[in-house]
């Protein structure tokens, strides 16, 4: 079967897989935080700052290196960025203390950036009745990439350490590596624009088009209180009532699985009834998720629901958005995924540094707090955004 001319089912799902390796290098540590503090002899809430970051190194990967994808050839690009990701995994196995690991985990995230290089040139691929379900597809493996880390990166600091964890990741890169040399489509259309007019161009592409503004502002938000779950839920876990160890801590990423099963539908969704309408829900979804995590300090009862309404919700903001800014301009789809992503993550970094304090001051309850908030500011930015015509929607059919 074939989504799009020229654009085979087996290679997307290559790439989702490829998508998946390359984001799961930011979520290795996630369960392992307390493990990583105790051999530094750190208070665990103090390794919350590898979290935030890993998260802001992303961000800055996303605006210096992404918009190259415009001018050079993306499947290169990506290969030098996966081998610097490699070394910078050795960096954070080997590292001696912990500034040297905070630095290591900065680069990790500044080199993860390889899916948002093959996202925009299968966007560009992809037949626009098609769009939606294609970027569903590859961020529905970015899905799988969290899953396997947190599961894999808690499984295996339990048995080996954690530092066995960073060097693992690096042979994965490898993997990597091998897939997008040999599958990553060439690309037909580049610029020859240079690299500090890229760069400038992004503060352009974000005065003109209002879209992409309301989009970034509403990603920031969403995946902050997304992220302020994930960032603190180790630490939480090791508490009472709980008092879980890295390897159990690590199977809750399987609360992502039901949003991995109906991504491709969720990006149908957006092609069907609206970007715009399918954030909105997505918002809801993630209110929803933090009202039940006010009662998170009693038991899993309230616990898992909530991290599925949470995984559910930013999943389908983030395709949502990441759609609509795709189908902005052809020339310049790298560097628009480049603003959106970098806000997205830069609210990833906020979030994790918000719920870290939250958490600290009033546990599970700061957290329902701080998540709240962040989730009813996307919705409110959501609810004010450009209506999309309904022209547009049937075109996109």
Known sequence: MTLAPGLPTRLVTMMAVACALAVSTLYYHQPLLPQMAASFGLAPSQAGLIA???????????????????SHQPRRLASLVVVANAIALLGCAVTPGFVLLCVSSLLVGVTAITAQIIIPVFAGLAAPDKRGQIVGTLLGGLSAGLLVARTVGGLLGEQLGWR???????????????????????????????????????????????????????????????????????????????????????????????????????????????ARAVACAGTMSLIGGYVCITGAGSGLVWLIPAMVLLDLGNRASLMANQSRVQALRADARS??????????????????????????????????????????????INAHSPRESSASIVSQR
């Open 52 to 70: 935030t970051l890993t998260q802001l190194g992303y961000a800055l990967g996303l605006v210096l290196i992404v918009p190259l994808a415009d």
């Open 164 to 274: 066995a964890v960073f060097a693992v990741a690096a042979l994965i890169d490898l993997l990597l590596l091998v897939i997008i040399v040999r599958r990553l489509p060439v690309a037909t259309q580049t610029t020859s624009t240079g690299y500090c007019t890229l760069l400038r161009s992004l503060v352009g592409l974000l005065r003109e088009e209002q879209v992409l503004r309301f989009c970034a502002a509403s990603g920031f938000f969403t995946f902050a209180a997304f992220s302020a779950l994930w960032a603190t839920l180790a630490i939480l876990l090791t508490q009472p009532p709980y008092r879980f160890g890295p390897a159990v801590i690590g199977l809750f990423g399987l609360a992502t699985l039901p949003g991995i099963v109906v991504s491709s539908r969720i990006g149908a969704m957006v092609d069907h009834l609206g």
């Open 335 to 380: 560097r628009l995924n480049t603003v959106f992503m970098s806000a997205y993550f830069l609210g990833g970094a906020a979030g994790a540094a918000l719920a870290n304090y939250g958490v600290h001051r009033a546990g599970w309850l700061g957290l329902a707090a701080t998540g709240a908030l962040l989730a009813l500011a996307a919705a409110t």
